[in-house]
Nanobody, 116 residues
């Protein structure tokens, strides 16, 4: 069992920045990959970014160059630094962990609202 707790969401003006955190209840070094997803009202949940156990990162085209995913193994925390935020980035952001045995877990989400 893995618990994921997101934090850091809030209200920000367009062009501003936020840093989301995903605190993980176990060593993240053993987790295959941890991703951020987001879901706007009425939309499906979309993948945003991923960091693997080896430290490789990938991004959705819509956030590439503006968002950065990183991990702090000592704190068992994954971060999503979001810069140059746009109103279309408004969504609930979720943390997702995929284990080597195929199990996966979701956090409860944190709201990000970007005003124009």
């Amino acid at each position: 069992q893995v618990q994921l707790v997101e934090s850091g969401g809030g209200l920000v003006q367009a062009g501003g920045s936020l840093r989301l955190s995903c605190a993980v209840s176990r060593s993240i070094g053993s987790i295959t990959h941890i991703s951020w997803y987001r879901q706007a009202p009425g939309n499906q949940r979309d993948w945003v970014a991923r960091v693997t156990s080896g430290g490789n990162t990938n991004y959705a085209d819509s956030v590439k160059g503006r968002f950065t995913i990183s991990r702090d193994n000592a704190k068992n925390t994954v971060y999503l630094q979001m810069n140059s935020l746009k109103p279309e980035d408004t969504a609930v952001y979720y943390c997702y962990a995929r284990l080597a045995n195929g199990e996966y877990y979701w956090g409860q989400g944190t709201q990000v609202t970007v005003s124009s």
